[in-house]
């Protein structure tokens, strides 16, 4: 089994920034994708960026210059890094581990964006 943590959500300012993390423990395989997703009140769940054990990353089009996605594999940490948060950012964000077939998930942590 796999569990996932996420910190760093909050309330922010239009134009603010955070960083949100995610810790993973558990039987974790050298080779995997972790990403963040998030979802918004009455909408689906959307990817917002992915990483693989090798370091390449996708981002959704909505956040492209905008957030950053890292990961640290020694500490199977992943952040996502959240510049010029806008209000239609608010959502809560979801940590996910992808390997070997299976995707896991964090319990979720709120990002609002508000004046």
């Known amino acids: 089994q796999v569990q996932l943590v996420e910190s760093g959500g909050g309330l922010v300012q239009p134009g603010g920034s955070l960083r949100l993390s995610c810790a993973a423990s558990?039987?974790?395989?050298?080779?995997?994708?972790r990403g963040w997703y998030r979802q918004a009140p009455g909408k689906q769940r959307e990817l917002v960026a992915t990483?693989?054990?090798?370091?390449?990353?996708n981002y959704a089009d909505s956040v492209k210059g905008r957030f950053t996605i890292s990961r640290d594999n020694a500490k199977n940490t992943v952040h996502l890094q959240m510049n010029s948060l806008k209000p239609e950012d608010t959502a809560v964000y979801y940590c996910?581990?992808?390997?070997?077939?299976?995707?896991?998930w964090g319990q979720g942590t709120q990002v609002t964006v508000s004046s």
């Open positions: 558990g039987s974790i395989f050298g080779i995997n994708i």
């Open positions: 996910n581990l992808y390997q070997i077939g299976n995707a896991y």
């Open positions: 990483i693989t054990s090798g370091g390449s990353t």
